[in-house]
């Protein structure tokens, strides 16, 4: 079945650390991929996605690249901040279909 | 524009009650989809609504039930509550076509004691 399988955490580094969070999928045919991002006492918010093979999504210098013949989609962030300490979600959802499965979550924190 | 709202945010129960959560989609989104967060088994979805007609579903028991409204508002019910049922329930909406980006709500947090 459809599955995302996501780097435990958690995960601690210091402000301007390189962070890469890994995520591989197992899914049929072409499905679109999300990073979600989830802050203490919220819901989740979209950070990335990409809906094909090689598209790279971005945001908020946070970058991901849709990975196929790998079936990746690790996050990555140059220089990360300490108000980027928050769990972080992969996901996907398929073709025709509208939920999404999730990833396990990997909870970041980030000291000054 | 109004992001996803979830009413109410906090609910204590105890066993064997019923309890109905109600989300509030963005304004124009037909689809509702409704997301179970718990600490073991993470986020598991339940189930998705398009124009008032449940159009997925996951795989949890009948006591888990949910409709769509024709504002597209959306409620959902959980029946005889169990202790496993201890969860924040997100709800998300999107214009339901394929690939569709889903915005989330806040969450109801759900304590059945």
């Known amino acids: 079945g459809d599955s995302v399988t996501q780097m435990e955490g958690p995960v601690t580094l210091s402000e301007e650390a390189f962070l890469t969070i890994n995520c591989t999928y197992t899914?049929?045919?072409?499905?679109?991929l999300f990073w979600y991002v989830q802050y203490p006492g919220e819901g989740l918010q979209l950070l990335l996605k990409?809906?094909?093979?090689?598209d790279k999504g971005s945001n908020k210098g946070f970058e991901a690249t849709y990975r196929k013949e790998t079936t990746s989609f690790h996050l990555e962030k140059g220089s990360v901040q300490v108000s980027d300490s928050a769990v972080y979600f992969c996901a996907l959802s398929k073709t025709g279909a509208n939920n999404l499965f999730f990833g396990t979550g990997t909870r970041l924190t980030v000291i000054p | 524009k109004a992001g996803v709202t979830q009413t109410p945010r906090y609910l204590i129960k105890t066993r064997g009650q019923q309890v109905t959560l109600s989300c509030s989609p963005i304004?124009?989104?037909?689809?509702v989809s409704w997301y179970q967060q718990t600490p073991g088994q993470g986020l598991q979805f339940l189930f998705e609504y398009f124009s008032e007609t449940q159009r997925n579903k996951g795989n949890f028991p009948g006591r888990f039930s949910g409709r769509q409204f024709s504002n597209s508002r959306s409620e959902m019910n959980v029946s005889t509550l169990e202790l496993g049922d201890s969860a924040l329930y997100l709800c998300?909406?999107?214009?339901?076509?394929?690939?569709?980006?889903?915005?989330f709500g806040p969450g109801t947090r759900l304590t059945v004691l």
């Open positions: 304004s124009g989104h037909r689809s």
């Open positions: 990409a809906t094909k093979a090689d």
């Open positions: 998300a909406s999107s214009l339901g076509e394929g690939r569709a980006t889903q915005y």
């Open positions: 899914a049929t045919g072409y499905p679109s």
